[in-house]
């Protein structure tokens, strides 16, 4: 048997048609989204539409176009006022190709999550409605396969409680973990140490993922030093490898309750939290959700008061500053000495 062809060993000729493979398959899925688009489009799509919708040159569109043309007889061009030409496939066409995977439907349910997080609730209402629509048009037997990998993903997708900017995430790395969740195998990540920049190999059983100011992997540390619970941050992992052995998923692990220990992100031991705010900031304050555990109370000068319990000194001090001398810390003594002694700092500064 051969073991080299035209200077090529025959591991870079399997690595070349694969690589081969994977571009042929590309391209049909943008051909099928393609047409799925021209359906959509009522007025259907110019040459600059599919430009844009899938970043290709000029060239490329039109190739795009006229596989279409070649492969779905139906398509038409569409008679328009205007110079652009434009073309769509009738309505119900193709109507037996579209389905909906898991990743699609619970990316619509942290969606309509994220809607009523920021009390938005008639949008989230709507949403709602929209995913029911949606779940009504699945086959039952499409609806079944795809339900186990949907509940896996809804309980592996955690909404911390602070938004914030969007730091930049290699989105095949979340691909591969969320593909690792589903099947619950454990995955080794190339790591990069947010203080020192080393890169270093870390096993991991993936658990879910908490989005907020910071995205962060929830999952096992599997390490005789570690062995617990612990975050990585999204951004510092370089690379992801699935591996064969699988992981049990602790059953007594929850991950909203996981979030729920902190304010934000940052993991530590809850402790109690009480808060004054002052009566011309009550009504504003008594408006927010500071935390899934809080109770309220109004005191009899009108100013409110806040409980509930959670860790993060650092991201409660973050927030406590933008109500500057509105709010009062009662407990714990650290965070009140941690907010007023830089509010006196900054009282300083000319």
């Given at each position: 048997?051969?073991?080299?062809?035209?200077?090529?060993?025959?591991?870079?000729?399997?690595?070349?048609?694969?690589?081969?493979a994977a571009v042929r398959y590309e391209k049909a899925d943008n051909l099928l989204?393609?047409?799925?688009?021209?359906?959509?489009?009522?007025?259907?799509?110019?040459?600059?539409?599919?430009?844009?919708?899938?970043?290709?040159?000029?060239?490329?569109?039109?190739?795009?176009?006229?596989?279409?043309?070649?492969?779905?007889?139906?398509?038409?061009?569409?008679?328009t006022d205007e110079r652009t030409k434009r073309w769509r496939i009738p309505s119900?066409?193709?109507?037996?190709?579209?389905?909906?995977?898991?990743?699609e439907l619970a990316a619509l349910d942290a969606a309509i999550r994220l809607l009523?997080?920021?009390?938005?609730?008639?949008?989230?209402?709507?949403?709602?409605?929209?995913?029911?629509?949606?779940?009504?048009?699945?086959?039952?037997?499409?609806?079944?396969?795809?339900?186990?990998?949907?509940?896996?993903?809804?309980?592996?997708?955690?909404?911390?409680?602070?938004?914030?900017?969007?730091?930049?995430?290699?989105?095949?790395?979340?691909?591969?973990?969320?593909?690792?969740?589903?099947?619950?195998?454990?995955?080794?990540?190339?790591?990069?140490?947010?203080?020192?920049?080393?890169?270093?190999?870390?096993?991991?059983?993936?658990?879910?993922?908490?989005?907020?100011?910071?995205?962060?992997?929830?999952?096992?540390?599997?390490?005789?030093?570690?062995?617990?619970?612990?975050?990585?941050?999204?951004?510092?992992?370089?690379?992801?490898?699935?591996?064969?052995?699988?992981?049990?998923?602790?059953?007594?692990?929850?991950?909203?309750?996981?979030?729920?220990?902190?304010?934000?992100?940052?993991?530590?031991?809850?402790?109690?939290?009480?808060?004054?705010?002052?009566?011309?900031?009550?009504?504003?304050?008594?408006?927010?959700?500071?935390?899934?555990?809080?109770?309220?109370?109004?005191?009899?000068?009108?100013?409110?008061?806040?409980?509930?319990?959670?860790?993060?000194?650092?991201?409660?001090?973050?927030?406590?500053?933008?109500?500057?001398?509105?709010?009062?810390?009662?407990?714990?003594?650290?965070?009140?000495?941690?907010?007023?002694?830089?509010?006196?700092?900054?009282?300083?500064?000319?």
């Amino acid at each position: 048997m051969p073991t080299s062809f035209d200077g090529l060993s025959m591991s870079e000729l399997d690595t070349f048609h694969g690589q081969g493979a994977a571009v042929r398959y590309e391209k049909a899925d943008n051909l099928l989204q393609l047409a799925l688009e021209m359906q959509a489009a009522r007025g259907g799509l110019s040459l600059k539409d599919i430009e844009d919708k899938f970043g290709v040159g000029r060239r490329t569109a039109m190739r795009m176009r006229d596989a279409v043309l070649r492969n779905f007889s139906q398509c038409e061009e569409v008679e328009t006022d205007e110079r652009t030409k434009r073309w769509r496939i009738p309505s119900g066409t193709l109507d037996r190709l579209i389905t909906f995977t898991a990743d699609e439907l619970a990316a619509l349910d942290a969606a309509i999550r994220l809607l009523d997080r920021d009390n938005r609730e008639d949008e989230a209402a709507n949403l709602t409605t929209v995913s029911g629509k949606v779940r009504a048009l699945m086959k039952p037997d499409i609806a079944r396969k795809v339900e186990p990998d949907l509940e896996a993903m809804l309980e592996a997708e955690g909404l911390a409680m602070r938004p914030g900017p969007r730091p930049r995430i290699n989105v095949s790395v979340v691909e591969e973990l969320r593909d690792a969740m589903k099947a619950c195998r454990k995955v080794r990540i190339r790591y990069r140490n947010r203080r020192t920049r080393k890169i270093n190999d870390r096993l991991v059983h993936p658990y879910g993922f908490l989005h907020g100011h910071r995205n962060y992997l929830v999952g096992w540390h599997e390490n005789p030093k570690a062995n617990q619970v612990a975050l990585f941050s999204l951004p510092n992992i370089e690379a992801v490898e699935i591996l064969d052995e699988t992981f049990v998923r602790d059953p007594g692990f929850n991950l909203q309750s996981f979030a729920a220990q902190s304010f934000g992100l940052f993991q530590e031991e809850p402790y109690p939290v009480v808060w004054r705010f002052a009566p011309e900031a009550a009504e504003d304050a008594a408006e927010f959700v500071f935390h899934p555990s809080q109770t309220m109370e109004r005191d009899t000068d009108g100013s409110l008061i806040v409980r509930f319990t959670a860790g993060s000194d650092l991201e409660m001090a973050w927030h406590l500053y933008t109500w500057g001398d509105k709010v009062e810390v009662l407990e714990p003594a650290r965070l009140a000495e941690m907010v007023n002694g830089n509010r006196m700092t900054w009282a300083a500064l000319p």
